[in-house]
């Protein structure tokens, strides 16, 4: 796929807006719950979990995708270890070295209870 006009790497007036520091990825991916408790764990992880990372300063971005019964039936043929993905949660982090802020607040959230059972993963 071809994107339209000049990339805004190369024009001086969006450069002089600012750069973007994202330069690592954090991707999870996995099935939906066993006993259907997808809605709960969504509601939890996306009013409750998910802004608790966004105190880390090497956070930029997050971005939730959830597979419908829809989608999964559209999609193409793939990798089939891929097949079971039903949810896809990603982190934009400045930097490799955000990780270890990341795990150590998901260990103090988890010591103060503040964590569910996760989805299982593919």
Do not use: N
Not at 72 to 91: C, E, N, S
Request: charge should be negative; glycine fraction near 8%; charged fraction near 20%.
């Amino acid at each position: 796929m071809e994107l339209p006009g000049t990339p805004s790497d190369a024009v001086d007036g969006v450069l002089a807006q600012g750069h973007g520091d994202i330069s690592a990825l954090f991707v999870s991916m996995a099935t939906r719950h066993p006993e259907g408790l997808d809605a709960e764990y969504l509601r939890w992880h996306t009013l409750d979990h998910r802004p608790e990372q966004h105190r880390l300063s090497a956070v930029r971005a997050s971005l939730r995708l959830v597979s419908t019964p829809a989608c999964r039936a559209a999609r193409l043929p793939g990798d089939q270890r891929f097949d079971p993905v039903d949810h896809v949660m990603t982190y934009f982090f400045t930097d490799p070295g955000g990780m270890e802020s990341f795990m150590a607040l998901s260990t103090a959230l988890g010591d103060a209870g503040r964590k569910l059972a996760l989805l299982p993963p593919v």
